[in-house]
């Protein structure tokens, strides 16, 4: 397949986009709004059974860099009850979206700037390795009000920042659950996710509190299979299995936390049609949001293995 080009965006749910708009623009360093609309969107009707009424912010970080080259979609709910909270029992690698990672210079001091700016300290900043290659890393984690988890990394194995201050430099990769890794992998290839970072089966201990009662049992964590392939172009994604398996925490589609994300594509037209010779079932088609003065957003949603709310995009913005 051609013309992918890796993840483009996570979408994640918020109780109020304005304070959102706040926080990850002025402290996160998404300060960059491509676009900030409000209606019906209808490319998500086959997750959220419905055109839902949505407010939706697309956010660029001026500090991105080759490795950190995604981006955030804010998104609130407007109509009904107004967004679904966090899928209950979701603490990492259920079915589902379950973290945005922000590759940053400076995990420490980033760390600190997000807890002082309302951000709760998930985990306290370290330094890790991840096999096979031994590649190393600094790692801290955080969330944001409506509970988004943002891990922060510097990949000091494969880069070390730009010169400057610290500071985040857009989405590295987004993590999601899913049921069997091989059938992830050979799916996610295909969309061009073919060069392997890193694979781990243990369980990460530092995120041991996360795991509550009465969805797991403290004292038997089940086990993390983790991966994380690369696209040329584009953030990486984090496909988990853990054994034995956690809740299905995909939520209602616009839920509080990160529940989407989008596949960047040149062509969505191409790119959907490609889909559907490989035998991938694609929701309906493109649907195109008119953002005025000839600027386009593009989308489609299709069906990945376990269901996660996962699109293709073309933005012409
Ligand atoms: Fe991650």
């Known amino acids: ?20 708009l706040e926080l990850y623009g002025r402290h996160v360093g998404f300060d960059r709004v491509l676009f900030d609309w409000t209606g019906e969107l209808p490319s998500v009707e086959a997750f959220a059974g419905r055109a839902p009424r949505v407010r939706v912010a697309m956010l660029e970080n001026g500090g991105a860099t080759p490795i950190g080259p995604g981006r955030v979609k804010l998104v609130q709910v407007l109509d009904g009850d107004g967004p679904p909270p966090v899928p209950e029992g979701q603490a990492w690698g259920e079915v589902g979206v379950c973290e945005i990672c922000l590759h940053v210079r400076k995990v420490a001091d980033v760390h600190r700037r997000l807890v ?42 494969l880069w070390r920042s730009l010169p400057g201050p610290p500071r985040a430099e857009g989405v590295n990769h987004v993590a999601f659950g899913v049921t ?21 089966v243990d369980f990460f201990d530092p995120m041991a509190p996360w795991y509550r009662a009465p969805w797991y049992d403290p004292g038997r964590l089940p086990a993390q299979h983790m991966t994380m392939p690369m696209a040329a172009q584009g953030a990486a994604i984090e496909p988990v299995v853990l054994d034995p398996p956690g809740p299905d925490c995909r939520g209602e589609w616009g839920h509080l936390g990160p529940m989407d994300f989008g596949i960047r594509v040149a062509n969505i037209d191409a790119a959907a049609a490609e889909l559907r010779a490989d035998g991938i079932e694609v929701h309906g088609e493109p649907q195109t949001v008119d953002l005025g003065g000839g600027r386009e957003w593009r989308s489609v949603a299709f069906a990945e293995p376990d269901g996660n709310y996962v699109s293709l995009v073309e933005g012409r913005y």
């Open 1 to 20: 397949m051609s013309g992918f080009h890796g993840v483009d965006h996570v979408g994640v749910g918020v109780g109020d986009i304005d304070a959102a």
């Open 116 to 157: 002082a700016a309302g951000c709760a300290s998930l985990m306290e900043p370290m330094s890790a390795d991840v096999p096979p290659a031994g590649v190393s890393l600094d790692i801290s984690y955080v969330a944001d009000p409506w509970g988004t988890k943002l891990e922060l990394i510097e990949w000091t194995g």
């Open 180 to 200: 069997e890794m091989a059938r992830t992998r050979a799916f996610y290839e295909r969309l061009g996710f073919t060069q392997l970072l890193f694979e781990s």
